[in-house]
């Protein structure tokens, strides 16, 4: 299987084509964003109704990641 | 300026699950123009949707290639998040913002997960039953993780089963259901030889998991991830270690379309005649908006829509016997997975109920209303405008819910500002139409 690398928070991660950047954020062991009160927070629906995983990329805050798939060299960052 | 690209149909489907893609199946072979609109990059909804970057199950096959025989090409990638006037829909894209016109509208919006706040519940890798599928469809491994599946539902045993195959070790499966009311459930299956043989298969997928009635989690733990869950087990309390907790309380509809366009709800569902037909003129709906039924009623549901948005209602009549067996079934699934009264007291006075503005447990409990929770509190008022804690504030507070407002899910500036600065903005026909 062809695989495709991206970074999140600076972690290297080789996804298969198809995956999402919510679930490659789970693999390279990153939240994906951080709550109000300083909380790190994970998916929660997989299915674009919760926000909890938006983060940003390539420098876009707020995206749904669940919802994206990845794209080779993406720079997906925590969001805060 | 954004610029607003134009679509115009006869007919648009808001939702290409499988009440969305009978819909466009029956009014596409009909002869009108239809446009299917979907969130997500491919159609199948949620209990469709496809293994990573591949097509939808297998069962949505037929459909598809009926869709596709009609020469109708989904619009994926598309998030309804306005609807300025009658007849007019606006949505965004990854990167554009898009005006969708149509003279008859058929929402398809599916269900969501119920969840329900409990210690540790905003932990990373708790997440919902549905919600964990989804993520190992889109391409999380999943071999060799041991997950706990609980909540309430008939999703749990399909998920346990769905994880089992791809390789993780079921710890528990905890039903919050009692197992009399399983009972009872079963029993009303009897009529349906389809779901009896269903769930032989899942009782032999699950062969040798622990799988418990009236057992739900109280308390998630880890530091900064998700380590280890207590379970309520026929009141006697188990820590177990786990990977990932799986954790939904069956279904609710995604109604917030159907409220902001002015259908009349009842009861949480939008209310529907013989003919799919919403309290507003040309607006149908089909599917788990209706009333929480599963796939089989939302492809009756759907066809029915379909059918009568494009003119067959002779047709859609005959359908009308199959969806009035198929409603018993989800009259018999409700009472089966009604929220046991235990379940309120899951939070403590500190446990987080909206997760996006982190209000805890302690700070709503003076208020009446979810209103007036809302504005001291923000509950609610986050980006995803009470999707979670709505639900969740429902059944621990009996508040109702709140009225709709657009946009119904946040958009950005740019496309927001473009519907302000112009209300006939320049247009770009990209599909024909009349």
New interface residues.
């Given amino acids: 299987m062809p695989s495709l690398s991206l970074t999140v928070n600076g972690v290297t991660v080789d996804v298969e084509p198809g995956t999402t950047v919510a679930t490659a954020a789970m693999q390279a062991g990153q939240p994906c964003r951080v709550s109000i009160s300083g909380a790190p927070r994970g998916p929660l629906c997989g299915m674009g109704i919760c926000f909890e995983c938006r983060m940003t990329i390539n420098g876009r805050a707020h995206c749904r990641t669940c919802q994206i798939r990845c794209e080779p060299g993406m720079d997906v960052k925590t969001d805060d | 300026m954004t610029r607003v690209a134009c679509h115009k149909f006869d007919v648009i489907i808001i939702g290409a699950g499988p009440a969305g893609m009978a819909a466009a199946a029956c009014a596409g072979e009909s002869g009108v123009r239809v446009g299917l609109v979907d ?3 491919s159609p199948g909804g ?1 209990i469709w949707r496809s293994q ?3 097509e939808p199950a297998l069962e949505a096959g037929v459909w598809l290639k009926r869709i596709r025989a009609s020469r109708i090409e989904p619009l994926c ?1 598309f ?1 309804v998040f306005d609807v300025p006037k009658m007849g007019v829909l606006l949505a965004e894209t ?1 990167d554009d913002l898009c005006e969708l016109r149509y003279d008859r509208l058929i929402l398809a919006t599916g269900a ?2 119920r ?1 329900l706040p409990f210690p540790g519940w ?1 932990l ?5 039953a ?6 190992v469809k ?4 999943i071999r060799g993780k041991r997950a706990v599946v609980a909540g309430t539902g008939p999703l749990l045993l399909a998920v346990a089963a769905y994880l089992r195959k791809h390789g993780a070790e079921i710890a528990m499966v905890c039903e919050q259901a009692s197992w009399g009311s399983l009972a009872r459930f079963a029993v009303a299956l009897m009529g349906q030889p389809g779901k009896i043989v269903q769930a032989l298969q899942l009782k032999k997928d699950l062969a040798g998991v622990p799988v418990t009635t009236s057992s739900w989690p109280v308390a998630a733990q880890g530091n ?2 998700l380590e280890t869950v207590t379970i309520s087990r026929r009141g006697k309390s188990e820590t177990l270690a786990c990977d990932y907790l799986a954790c939904g309380f069956h279904l609710v509809p ?1 109604t917030e379309l159907a409220a902001l366009l002015g259908c009349q709800i009842d009861r949480d569902f939008v209310r529907v005649d013989d003919f799919q037909r919403t309290t507003v003129p040309e607006v149908l709906c089909a599917g788990e908006p209706t009333g929480i039924g599963g796939v089989e009623s939302a492809l009756v549901e759907g066809q029915i829509a379909g059918l009568v948005s494009g003119g067959r209602v002779a047709e859609a009549r005959k359908l009308f016997g199959q969806r009035k067996k198929l409603r018993s079934f989800a009259a018999a699934m409700g009472d089966a997975f009604q929220l046991r009264p235990e379940l309120r007291d899951l939070p403590s006075a500190e446990t ?1 109920v909206c ?4 209000v805890p447990y302690s700070r709503l409990q003076p208020y009446p209303t979810r209103r007036a929770a809302k504005l001291q509190t923000r509950c609610g008022m ?3 405008q009470g ?2 804690c709505g639900p969740a504030t429902q059944f621990l507070f009996d508040w109702t819910p709140d009225s709709v407002r657009p946009p119904i899910f ?1 958009a950005r500036v740019e496309s927001l500002a473009a519907v302000a600065s112009s209300p006939e903005p320049e247009q770009e026909a990209i599909t024909g139409g009349h």
């Fill in positions: 969130d997500n990059f949620q990573r970057a591949g990638g998030r990854a969501r997960e969840f905003t990373p890798n708790v997440m919902g549905g919600g964990l599928q989804a993520l889109s391409g999380l491994p900064n991830v995604n987080t997760r996006c503005e982190d986050g980006p995803c999707r979670v946040p």
